[in-house]
Each structure stands twice: as C-alpha cells, then as structure tokens.
C-alpha cells in the first residue's frame, strides 16, 4: 500500500533536474527536486559518485513533503562537467523517467542476468591477506574480474565478483559455494578467533562501496578508532550538538577534503537511520566543511551523550576507511586467471601489505589498484618498490604520484621479470610517482 502511494505521489510531483553550465565560473549546477522520501538523498548523492563527479558544494534541504539538492560538480580534472553523454544520463537518471535507480557500474550481486558470483567477506587484518583469499579463489579455478578490498581499525572487508575458469560464467552449484565460503572463512579468521569471519554470497544487486560501508559498520570496526600515523590535518574532526529551538540535531565535519566523502557521510547517516533536512557543503582548498541538522527516523534528534559519541565514531570511520596510508600502485595488463594472486603475492614476499584494493577488468584488460605499505610498519623502501616492479614489468606496474627516489634513475627492464614466462605482458600507458593518497 505504501508502494503505490508513493507511485501516485511521484506521479504527481515528478522529479524535475536542471543543469547548469553558466550560472557558477568553474563549475556545473544541477538541482534536483523531487517528491521527498527516506534514502533519496543518498540515491542522488551516489549517482553523482558513481560518475566519477567531485561535489565542491552543496544546499541540502528536505523539510517536509519536498526534497531540493542543489550540487555544484566537477570532473577529476576540476573542470565543469561538458560530455553531452554524461549530463544525458545525469537527466535519466534523476529525471521524471527514473526510479533514483543507482548506476550499475558500482554495483556487484547474484542475478540470473549477472555474469558473476559476487562473494562478500570480512574478517581480521593481517600482512598477506588478500594474498592469501585471492590464492584460495585461484585454486579453486575461480578468476576474480572485479573487486574492492577495505581494511580499517585491523579489519578487513572485501566484494569479489569472480567467474569460473572453465565456462567464464557465474558459480551456481552448491557444494562449491559452499567449499569457497568454509574456505575463505578459515582464512579470515587466522589465529584470530575472538572475532568473528564472515563469508557469504550476496543474495542481489548491491551497491559495492555502500556494501562495504554497511559490512564494517556491521562490524564495529568505529570502535576503538586507531589514530596512530594520522597527523592534525588528517585527523577528522566531527562534532554533534543539538539544536533545541528547532529540535534539530547537528553534526559538524571538518576533514581533508577527497573524491567520495560526501558519499560516505551520507551512505553513514542513512544506515544510521538518520534523515539529512538540512545541509551544507563547501570545499575551500585542501579542505571540506559539511553541516547537516539531522534527526533519527522516528523523528527525534540525538538523545544522550552515548549516542551522540556512537554518531561521531561512526562518521570519524566511514571518512577513515578511505584515508589509504601508503603507497598507490597501478596495475595494467591483460587479465587471466591468477593474476590478482600472483601480484598479491609477490607483494608479500616482498613484506608489502595491501591497505585498499580495487580491482577491475574491461574488455579484458585488467586495471588494478593497490595501496601498499611495509608489512613492519615501516616506511615503504623505494629499492623494494623497484624491485617489485622489474619482477611484474615496469610498463605494468606503476606508482602513482612523485617521489625523486623512484624517478632519479632511469627505468631498466630486469632478467627476473622473464621467469614468469610473459605471464604479465602488456602495454601499459599509466603514469607513475609515490604517493600518500586519498583518493
């Protein structure tokens, strides 16, 4: 019954999009009005992100019946958003046609429309995990096609979608999910067993990176928040107070700016069961201010201190668990089955641990990135760098950013690299450097 009224009422009210190239110098304005529902916001917000957009500032505003969001975007290079294609879809997307369905470029499950088995896991971080579960899927003649692996707090999660190795179709039968899932479990757990591990195959479409969110939320991994290594700028600073004339309450963020933090706060807030009325967001420079009055679903704005302290470690975690120390690492080459483990594991024989992974393939080619740091938590050895990438291939491997230890000397191909027998050949255009990332 609640289904079709909403129906009618979006009929009625029909969501209306305009976008903007000239009211703003450098960047592009788009509004969205629309009937106003609980998780619309969000939907909005990650359409956007989905797109690789940058929100630079935002007015958020869903008091009452009626939601009004006013974004102004750019694109990775700063610049306003011109692709007729991409401002086409902006329109479908948010437009009078739409459901605020999400873009499937994010998106992992099981469907019988999929070409994938999509397996979520979680459990506790240690140096060699992923080379480890990627080893286990690789054994098991399972080729991970796409990824994302998070850690944070000495948690890990990850979304695999794999494909079997003979028919390059989905996994279906039973008793082999069921192999992988008691597999990778075991894993997970390690010699940890005061934690629980978890592995199972996600039963729909789902949006990965909010997936992610909602698995180390599930978690607890806000708890007892590590800020070891993280200095004054990096650190979040997160405030919730209340507003007591308006019954409104209020959370202030404060943060090094990055590509996806608005996703993040409010893909948190939402599973939070709290309602975004009123927003704003602004980026000045390096740095992003957002402001939000709030209230729980049930209509009351935060009640004790206790749960004013849960929001605020919550959101300190959800802006961290993208806060990737270390190294960032590019991967070009033609995908096969195996690769990710091969990589992985030359990682760690090396004493590299893998913080944040996101791996990918497109018309076969696979495009992965990691971020890398020393198992002992020592600062990355530029020689150990190096000598990791004559072992994959230099115009495979790349370090992304700038550092004058891996550019002061010429890039020389190295005998180590052939006796992997041209497993990692490829043509490779990316750029490279060291880093500290954010992205």
Not at 175 to 196: F, P, T, Y
Not at 363 to 369: I, Q, R
Not at 372 to 381: K, N
Request: glycine share 6%.
């Amino acid at each position: 019954m609640d289904d079709e009224y909403e129906k009618l009422i979006r009929r009625m009210n029909p969501p209306r999009v305009v976008i903007d190239n000239e009211a703003c110098k450098n960047a592009t304005v788009i509004q969205v009005d629309s009937a106003n529902k609980h998780g619309i916001l969000l939907e909005v917000v990650q359409i956007l992100t989905d797109l690789n957009l940058i929100v630079t500032k935002a007015y958020i505003c869903s008091d009452g019946g009626w939601f009004m969001d006013v974004f102004n975007v750019t694109d990775q290079e700063g610049n306003k958003v011109t692709d007729e294609a991409i401002l086409d879809y902006i329109m479908k997307s948010l437009g009078p046609d739409s459901c605020f369905a999400s873009s499937m470029r994010r998106s992992v499950g099981v469907t019988s429309a999929m070409d994938h088995t999509s397996i979520e896991l979680i459990g506790s971080d240690r140096p060699g995990l992923l080379s480890e579960v990627s080893a286990v899927l690789t054994n098991l003649k399972c080729n991970v096609v796409n990824g994302e692996v998070w850690t944070h707090n000495t948690r890990a999660a990850a979304i695999m979608q794999v494909t079997d190795e003979d028919s390059g179709g989905p996994i279906t039968d039973p008793e082999r999910l069921a192999m992988i899932k008691k597999l990778l479990c075991n894993v997970l757990k390690g010699s940890n067993r005061s934690r629980d591990a978890k592995t199972q195959v996600s039963p729909g479409v789902t949006h990965t990176e909010r997936r992610l969110h909602q698995l180390m939320f599930a978690d607890r991994d806000y708890e007892h928040t590590s800020e070891e290594g993280l200095n004054n700028q990096e650190r979040p600073n997160v405030k919730v107070f209340n507003w007591q004339d308006k019954d409104y309450s209020v959370v202030s963020i404060q943060c090094k700016d990055r590509p996806k933090l608005l996703f993040d706060i409010i893909c948190t807030l939402t599973d939070m069961q709290y309602v975004v009325f009123h927003g704003n967001v602004d980026t000045v420079g390096p740095n992003a201010h957002q402001e939000y009055c709030i209230r729980h679903i049930d209509g009351s704005p935060v009640k004790s201190d206790a749960e004013r302290q849960r929001v605020i470690q919550c959101l300190e975690a959800a802006i961290l668990r993208r806060v990737s120390e270390g190294l960032k690492l590019e991967l070009c080459t033609t995908d096969r089955t195996g690769l990710l483990s091969d990589v992985t594991r030359i990682f760690r024989e090396n004493s590299l641990t893998v913080t944040r992974a996101e791996v990918t393939t497109r018309s076969g080619k696979a495009v992965n990135t990691f971020y890398v740091r020393d198992a002992s938590g020592y600062p990355v050895d530029a020689k150990i760098v190096e000598s990791v990438r004559q072992t994959i291939g230099l115009t495979i491997l790349r370090v992304k950013g700038s550092c004058e230890a891996l550019n002061s000397a010429p890039p020389q191909e190295s005998p180590t690299r052939f006796l992997f027998g041209g497993l990692f050949k490829s043509r490779s255009f990316c750029n490279f450097g060291l880093v500290r990332s954010y992205s």
